[in-house]
C-alpha cells in the first residue's frame, strides 16, 4: 500500500461515526480531553467516545471496533484515581454508558431490581425509596455520578458495606457485552421471562466480571437483590486519643456486625473535611433530616445544628456509624452495643452530626475532588484483616515519617479514612491534599459557585511526583501485608499476588473472552 493509499483511509473515529452515526460517536477535542483523565491522571486522548443508547446499540459498538482492531475502555462516573480507564496506551475508544441510565424492571416478588450500566446510584435509591425498597449495598460516597456499572466493575465502600459487603455481594446476574460484541448472561434466571432470580446455579459466572475494571467485558444491564428498607435508624459518633483505639473500634464493630455504614476519619481529614463543607449542603441536610423523621428528625437536627463544627478536638480520631433495624429497639440495641465497645476502648460519645446528616442526604455534589482551599485532592486504599489494622497504619506512618521533611516544603497534607466490610476487613484510605493546577474534570466535577470561590494553583510536577512517590509507598506497605483493593486498575499488583495456577487461569479467561487484547488493555496487569 502506498503512503497515499494509507492517507485516504478513513480514521477510525470516520469509520464508527459512518456505521454507527454521530448519536453515538462524539469526538469533540474538549470532551476527549475530559474523559482521557480521572482523578490523578491525564492520559492519552482517545480517539473516540461511543455512547449507545441500550445494550443492542454497545453490542453494535464493540462488534464494530472489533472489525476496527481498536481497543475500547468503558468509563463509569469518572471518579477513578487508578488509572481504570486513562492510561498511555493508544489509541482507544471510550466506552460512555451514561446514556444507558435506565432502573429497567423493579419487581417487589422476585425482590430483584434490573438497571442498565449506567445508572448512578442516586438514581436508583430515588426510584426504589417510595416502594420501600433497597438494595443492600446502596452506594459510595460519590454515589451521585458513579454508575452501578462502574461500581461492579472498580467494587466500592460505605453504604450498607457493614452487613452487606461490597458492590458485588448485592448483585444477582449480568448482561455482559463481549469484545466481539457477543453477549453473556449470568446467574439463574426465569424461564417466563428470562431475569435473572437469584445468583448461583453452577460456577459463578457473575463473579467473573465483578471487579475486572472492564478487562473481560463490559457491564449492560445488572441485576440486584431488593431488599425491604430498614424502618429505623440510629447514629452514633465516637471521638478517640490514639489510631490505635479507633482502628480496635472499628474493627470491634465490624466484628459485632451492629452497624450498617461506618467511616472514621484522623484529625487531619475531619478538618479538611469540616473545612470545605458546604453550608448550603448542611442547610438542605438538616432539612432533609427533619422532614424525614418527623419530631425525632426535627430534634435530630436542631442537636445538629447546635453541635455545629465544634463537637471534635483538634487531635480526635473519630469513627461515624449508623444502625438500622425494622424496629427503633433493635436499632436502638445495635447503637448500645457500639457504643459499649468504644467506650471500654478509651473512646467518648460525641454529637453524631456526621452521620445523620450523611445518612439525610447521602449522595452530595462531588465538590471534595479538590481541596479546601482548591489543591488537588487523591486517595489510595488497601483492605486487609481486621487485626492486621494496627500493623498496616504503623507501616505507613513510618514512611510518611520518612517523606515529612520533603511533605512540609512541598506542603502536602495527609490523611487517613477507614471504613469497613462486613465482618471480614477494614479499609484504610490515606488521602494527600497538594498544591497543583486543578484539571478539566475537576472543573466539570465541583459546582460553579464552589469553585469561583477557590483559589488557582501553578504547576507543581515536583511535588505531584513526590505525592506519587507516596503513594507508591503506601502500596508497598500495604502489599507488604497481604491487602487487597478495589479498583485495580492500573495501580495495584493484583496479578502478581496470584499464585502460579490463578495467573495462568485468567490469563486463560482473558485470552478466551478477549483473543486479540482490546478490552481495556493494562488493566488487572494484563
Known sequence: MSPADDLSRPSPADSLRASLGPDVVLTDPRLLD??????????????????????????RALAETARLNL?????????????????????????????????????????????????????????????????????????????????????????????????????????????DGGLVSTGARRKADGRAFYRHYGPDLTGLFCGDCGALGVKAEITLRLMRSPAHESHGSFAFDTAD??????????????????????PALSAMRLKR????????????????????GVAAAARTAMAG?????ADDWSIHLTAEARSAAGADADLAEARRICLGLGGREVEASIPRVVRASPFTPLNNVLGPDGERWVPVHGLVALHDGPAAYRAIMARFEVLKPRF???????????????????????????????????????????????????????????????????????????????????????????????RRLIRAIKAELDPTNRMNPGVLGL
Open 277 to 296: 463543607a458546604s453550608l448550603v449542603q448542611g442547610i438542605k441536610a438538616l432539612g432533609a433530616m427533619a422532614t424525614s423523621g418527623g419530631l425525632k
Open 309 to 313: 463544627r465544634g463537637f471534635l478536638g
Open 34 to 59: 475530559l474523559y482521557g483523565q480521572d482523578i490523578w491522571k491525564v492520559g492519552r486522548r482517545p480517539v473516540a467516545i461511543l455512547r449507545p443508547a441500550d445494550t443492542d446499540g454497545l453490542s
Open 408 to 502: 512540609e516544603a512541598g506542603r502536602v497534607q495527609t490523611g487517613m479514612m477507614l471504613t469497613a466490610l462486613s465482618t471480614n476487613a477494614l479499609l484504610i484510605e490515606p488521602v494527600f491534599v497538594w498544591p497543583e493546577e486543578r484539571r478539566a474534570l475537576h472543573e466539570a466535577t465541583v459546582e460553579p459557585h464552589i469553585l469561583s470561590k477557590l483559589p488557582r494553583h501553578g504547576e507543581n510536577p515536583e511535588v505531584t511526583a513526590l505525592v506519587a512517590e507516596a503513594r507508591a509507598a503506601c502500596i508497598e506497605a500495604f502489599t507488604e501485608i497481604g491487602a487487597a483493593h478495589f479498583q485495580i486498575g492500573r495501580t495495584y499488583p493484583w496479578l502478581d499476588s496470584l499464585d502460579e495456577g490463578s
Open 245 to 266: 483505639q479507633a482502628l480496635a473500634a472499628t474493627a470491634e464493630i465490624s466484628r459485632a456486625g451492629v452497624a450498617a455504614d461506618m467511616f472514621g476519619f484522623d
Open 71 to 179: 481497543p475500547v475502555a468503558p468509563r463509569g462516573g469518572g471518579m477513578s484515581y487508578t488509572g481504570g480507564y486513562a492510561s498511555d496506551a493508544g489509541p482507544v475508544a471510550l466506552i460512555d454508558l451514561s446514556r444507558m441510565d435506565r432502573v429497567l424492571h423493579v419487581d417487589a416478588e422476585a425482590m430483584t431490581v434490573t438497571v442498565e450500566a449506567g445508572c448512578t446510584w442516586k438514581t436508583l435509591l430515588e426510584t426504589l425509596k417510595p416502594q420501600g425498597l433497597r438494595t443492600p449495598f446502596w452506594g459510595p460516597l460519590s454515589g451521585v455520578s458513579s454508575t452501578i456499572g462502574g461500581g461492579l466493575s472498580q467494587l466500592n465502600a460505605v453504604f450498607g458495606a457493614g452487613h452487606w459487603g461490597t458492590t458485588s455481594e448485592s448483585v444477582v446476574g449480568l448482561t455482559v457485552v463481549l469484545a
